[in-house]
């Protein structure tokens, strides 16, 4: 989670608790009451994982696809030239 969606949390608990109105907490962000009632949805349906960045997910599974690739490639390469060797 980086800062902001860190923010996000924090203001949508306080919406959630009644602190702040939804117009409030989209004035703070300069986003839309739209998106805030978004962002709460998806917190109530996926917890924290609800307000991370869907680009944030994406460059994570790419990272660990790559990384998963690297090792896998690496180890073709070890045992072919061990079984050559």
Same mark, same amino acid.
């Given at each position: 989670?980086?800062?902001? =969606?860190l923010a996000w949390k +924090? =203001? &949508?608990?306080?919406?959630?608790?009644?602190?702040? @109105? =939804?117009?409030?907490? !989209?004035?703070?962000? *300069? &986003? %839309?009451?739209?998106? &805030? /009632?978004r962002l709460i949805h /998806?917190?109530? !349906?996926?917890?924290?994982? *609800? &307000?991370? %960045?869907? +680009?944030?997910?994406? /460059?994570? @599974?790419?990272s660990l696809q790559q %990384? $998963?690739? /690297?090792? @896998? +490639?690496?180890? $073709?390469?070890?045992?072919? +030239?061990?079984?050559?060797?």
């Open positions: 989670m980086n800062g902001k =969606e +924090s =203001e &949508i608990k306080l919406t959630l608790d009644g602190r702040i @109105t =939804e117009k409030e907490a !989209a004035k703070w962000f *300069g &986003i %839309s009451e739209r998106q &805030i /009632r /998806r917190y109530h !349906a996926k917890g924290e994982a *609800g &307000i991370v %960045s869907k +680009s944030a997910e994406c /460059r994570a @599974t790419a %990384s $998963y690739m /690297r090792n @896998t +490639s690496l180890f $073709y390469v070890k045992t072919d +030239s061990e079984a050559l060797g």
